[in-house]
T-cell receptor, first 114, second 112 residues
Framework: GAGVSQSPSNKVTEKGKDVELRCDPI?????LYWYRQSLGQGLEFLIY????????KSGLPSDRFSAERTGGSVSTLTIQRTQQEDSAVYLC????????????FGDGTRLSIL | GDSVTQMEGPVTLSEEAFLTINCTYT??????LFWYVQYPGEGLQLLLK?????DKGSNKGFEATYRKETTSFHLEKGSVQVSDSAVYFC???????????FGGGTRLMVKP
């Protein structure tokens, strides 16, 4: 498919474990975004990558959260020492031109912390 | 900072009724405005957008007009269908497209 692909679609883990979530953006899209969708907080921005520029990490809720984007394509969001409040749907989006083109979203990873 | 406020749901309508979902925003500069839709069990999909004042975005019978004077971007549809049942999110992005700021979402339920 030509859309944004996220894996896994569902992840259940125990409190305190580390998790990695993966995002494959649409081919050629230079901008990549991570958001979190939770019942209490709605849709929140986490981090933004644009080309080779330093990422905008202003939305990351704590230092347990980190993300990288290798080769300007695939991105991994890592949550260390997970807490129950990290339970949410993590959404990835990409855009061909962030100033002029909309963001296209993947189906998300539903993360449940036991 | 930027913010988006949209009417709380759920909104329950009968098929063929007129729909309005209100959305207002606070932002500096000249944001772009969007409506995204999330159907049950699916991801977010772009429904329509407007990039400057007085622009009208439209798609699938839905419309919204960028009103700078009232800082609003209300979503309308003349005749809703059961298949329109979903959660609708109003959003804005800043001039540089750094991120989307979302409203809280409005659940629409259309009954036959």
């Amino acid at each position: 498919g030509a859309g944004v692909s996220q894996s896994p679609s569902n992840k259940v883990t125990e409190k305190g474990k580390d998790v990695e979530l993966r995002c494959d953006p649409i081919s050629g899209h230079t901008a990549l975004y991570w958001y979190r969708q939770s019942l209490g907080q709605g849709l929140e921005f986490l981090i933004y990558f644009q080309g080779n520029s330093a990422p905008d990490k202003s939305g990351l809720p704590s230092d347990r959260f980190s993300a990288e984007r290798t080769g300007g394509s695939v991105s991994t969001l890592t949550i260390q020492r997970t807490q129950q409040e990290d339970s949410a749907v993590y959404l990835c989006a990409s855009s061909l031109d962030p100033r002029n083109q909309p963001q296209h979203f993947g189906d998300g990873t539903r993360l449940s912390i036991l | 900072g930027d913010s988006v406020t949209q009417m709380e749901g759920p909104v329950t309508l009968s098929e063929e009724a007129f729909l309005t979902i209100n959305c207002t925003y606070t932002a500096t500069g000249y944001p772009s405005l969007f409506w995204y839709v999330q159907y049950p069990g699916e991801g977010l999909q772009l429904l329509l957008k407007a990039t400057k004042a007085d622009d009208k975005g439209s798609n699938k019978g839905f419309e919204a007009t960028y009103r700078k004077e009232t800082t609003s971007f209300h979503l309308e549809k003349g005749s809703v269908q059961v298949s329109d049942s979903a959660v609708y999110f109003c959003a804005l992005s800043d001039d540089a497209g750094n991120m989307l700021t979302f409203g809280g979402g409005t659940r629409l339920m259309v009954k036959p």
